[in-house]
């Protein structure tokens, strides 16, 4: 079967989903200025243990093989380990992030003694000014020391996951070699103007230069690094990077968050892209197979402003969620277009008016960026 081909298909909607992420919680110990889900407060609607658990026995019963877990932190939860050991019973594999602050020598060993279980460890610099300047103080550390642990417990390829900014991409030679002296995976990921990113994301983002220098370290490193299909409207510079050139917004990916709402993708926590709730009748599965909004995204897509580029096949329009939370519409060139084709459009957008994520659960004095902001390329 030919890419495109897969590609068609993929469009069209699976049976269940490839990649579904779970926000376990909205609470968090650290206020990173980028969280995508506006995290910090836990809200007192989450999803109850027996709840959770019922989810956990309709994923199975879709055939679901792995979940991404996430927040918030999810190892603030009390009930995060029973959990995630019935989602393993359940042969749901996990990939759980975590900012580490809660991983020590005893809770590494636990972990390490799972099966199907994988650990996404958050780094958004190779040293603490870059990374805490982010992340918040004292973050650098937590995360370190969680690598450490995990290693000393022989937990094996753990992963390293960073989000791309325009402060840390002369630093991914470095985050490479970090990882190969744990014998880890380094995740790279796009920034996402979502969340709290909404208002980080004009200081934060890379710079079109810096675009350009991202695409040719993924050809280079591509093969060795994952990117979650992060960068695909690079792949309009030229040869494609590994994975898929789609959005997969409620066709092969979505998220459930800690109350139960269903949303299209991780980066999309927005009322207009809530599908429905795994409280409603029916659970997720209905959701997932019945849902408008699914069913909608599922439909032929046009190709909008972009017809007229040469580049569309390649790149496909880029991120939706990206283009939501710049203001841009749903069928014109992704924000950080790597021809340039959206630069004029961000220009004259009013920034009073950008979506926001319809919740937020930031604390009430959240991190604030540290560094002076530099202009937009």
């Known amino acids: 079967m030919s890419a495109q081909t897969l590609v068609s298909q993929l469009k069209r909607g699976l049976d269940a ?17 980028h969280c995508l889900s506006s995290s910090g407060q836990r809200d007192d609607r989450e999803l109850s243990t027996a709840e959770a658990k019922r989810l956990l026995d309709e994923l199975k019963a879709l055939q679901v093989f792995y979940i991404n877990i996430g927040g918030g932190e999810p190892m603030i939860r009390r009930d995060f380990f029973e959990l995630l050991e019935y989602s393993i019973g359940n042969d749901i594999g996990v990939k759980f992030s ?36 982010v992340r918040g103080e004292g973050s650098y550390a937590l995360a370190r020391r969680a690598m450490d642990h995990l290693a000393a417990a022989n937990f094996g390829p753990f992963k390293i996951s960073i989000v791309v900014t325009r402060h840390n991409v002369d630093q991914l030679d470095g985050f490479k070699a970090l990882a190969d002296s744990y014998g880890a995976q380094l995740r790279v990921t796009r920034l996402r103007p979502s969340g709290r990113g909404v208002d980080s994301w004009p200081e934060l983002h890379p710079t079109n230069a810096q675009q350009h220098q991202i695409y040719r370290w993924l050809l280079a490193n591509g093969d060795n690094v994952l990117t979650g299909d992060s960068f695909f409207h690079l792949n309009a510079l030229g040869e494609s990077l590994p994975g898929l050139n789609m959005c997969g917004a409620g066709r092969v990916v979505c998220l459930i968050d800690p109350i139960g709402d269903v949303y299209a993708c991780p980066f999309v926590i927005h009322d207009q892209f809530k599908a429905g709730s795994v409280r409603d009748f029916g659970g997720f599965a209905t959701v997932w197979k019945q849902s408008a909004l699914f069913q909608e995204l599922r439909e032929p897509e046009s190709a909008g402003a972009c017809a007229s580029c040469g580049s569309y096949d390649a790149c496909q329009g880029g991120c939706m969620a990206a283009k939501f939370f710049t203001g841009l519409p749903l069928d014109g060139p992704d924000p950080e277009c790597a021809q340039g084709h959206a630069e004029a459009a961000l220009l004259a957008i009013d920034r009073a008016i950008v979506p926001a994520s319809s919740l937020d659960h930031s604390k009430p004095t959240p991190i604030r960026l540290s560094r002076k902001p530099v202009a937009v390329h």
């Open 98 to 133: 975590t900012n580490g602050a809660f991983i020590d020598q005893a809770k590494a060993e636990r972990l390490a003694a799972m099966d199907y279980l994988d650990v996404q460890i958050s780094l958004d610099g190779l040293d603490a000014a870059t990374n805490d300047a």
């Open 17 to 33: 989903p490839i990649c579904l992420t779970w926000e376990l919680t909205y609470a968090c110990n650290l206020a990173c200025v």
